[in-house]
């Protein structure tokens, strides 16, 4: 009998969306790299069976001139990471309600088992006491990826041209609406959390 551990999908739009034939361009350049579509599918399956409990983006993004060098299609001088965070949602309803994956799961490996993870209390959860992130998406909104629409400063985008079926219209941080309508508003008010010891 194999022992339950806790696993995740590090970069959730690389590794469950994109593959060695579907990311666009160097842009895609990433460590670890992407992966054959079947190792994605794979993975995919793990995240079904539960094997997969939190499924995160490490957002690296960075602009245009920072990612790429001279010349622009080396890929030895393409330094490796991209943003992720905003396809995170979209991505995981798009393609794992096409395999059966319960809108709640999505919401637990998103939210909930990351907040445990990581040892934040206030987080995870819609509850008093908590504080009240929320991401309200839409499920019914097909749209395609450009990265020229991108609220992100970062240019480019390897999931250029993706067609993804579920958007997010707006987000709450601790309350205050950062995202609305699709547009950033307000004054940044991010704030660093100190993992408990």
């Known amino acids: 009998m194999r022992s339950r551990t806790s696993t995740s999908a590090a970069r959730s739009p690389s590794d469950l969306l994109a593959d060695i034939t579907t990311a666009h361009g160097l842009g895609g350049k990433v460590n670890p790299p992407l992966r054959p579509r079947e190792d994605v599918e794979a993975l995919w399956e793990y995240v079904l069976d539960g094997t997969v409990d939190w ?3 490490d957002h690296a993004c960075c602009r245009e001139e920072l990612k ?6 080396d890929v030895f001088v393409v330094r490796s990471g991209f943003g992720g965070t905003e396809y995170l949602l979209p991505g ?3 393609e794992g309600t096409k395999r059966g994956l319960p ?3 999505i919401a637990a490996l998103t939210s909930w088992n990351p ?9 995870g959860a819609i509850a008093p006491g908590f504080d009240a992130d929320i991401a309200l998406v839409d499920p019914g909104r097909t749209w395609t990826v450009r ?15 993706f067609e993804l079926t579920a958007r997010v219209t707006d987000t709450f941080l601790r309350g205050h609406h950062i995202l609305r309508a699709g547009e ?12 408990p010891a």
């Open 92 to 94: 995981l309803i798009t």
């Open 68 to 73: 790429f060098g001279e010349p622009e299609d």
């Open 184 to 195: 950033v508003v307000g004054e940044p008010v991010g704030a660093y959390l100190h993992r």
């Open 103 to 105: 809108l709640g799961r």
């Open 115 to 123: 907040a445990q993870r990581y040892g934040l209390p206030s987080k």
């Open 55 to 57: 499924v995160v983006s």
């Open 147 to 161: 990265a020229a629409e991108s609220e992100s400063t970062q240019e480019y985008t390897p999931f250029e041209g």
